[in-house]
């Protein structure tokens, strides 16, 4: 199954940004289009984003809208997630993988259930705090 690594977490103040790194494990990104999820403790997984094949199309959950920027640079094989003004509220795991192949199109059905259970990465911690 495919899997990636995220990378680019870490502690910040509220209001700070990050840039989060979506690189392949086992097979390259550029075929497939990308989500973004995040855990936050004791809480479930949502999806954040998504981001087609060839980058013309994004998608973010109403929570994340206007903060979250995704885009994806297919010759580095990487997805970013930029987050700016960050809240204590974005403190969270975050994941990515694909959520389909070259033709897939994102919707607003960011649900983790449409990723293959086996191809969760180890995800990267952001903690916002003060």
């Known amino acids: 199954q495919s899997r990636f690594v995220e990378s680019g977490g870490g502690t910040v103040q509220p209001g700070g940004s990050l840039r989060l790194s979506c690189r392949p494990s086992?097979?390259?990104?550029?075929?497939?289009?990308i989500g973004w999820f995040r855990q936050a403790p004791g809480k479930e997984r949502v999806g954040v984003s998504c981001i087609t094949r060839s980058g013309d199309m994004t998608e973010y959950s109403e929570s994340v809208k206007g903060r979250f920027t995704t885009s994806r640079d297919n010759a580095k094989d990487t997805v970013y997630l930029q987050i700016n003004n960050l809240e204590p509220e974005d403190t969270a795991v975050y994941y990515c993988a694909a959520l389909g192949g070259p033709n897939y199109r994102c919707s607003t059905d960011l649900s983790p259930a449409r990723v293959d259970s086996t191809s969760w990465g180890p995800g990267t911690r952001v903690t916002v705090s003060s």
């Open positions: 086992t097979h390259t990104l550029d075929f497939y289009a």
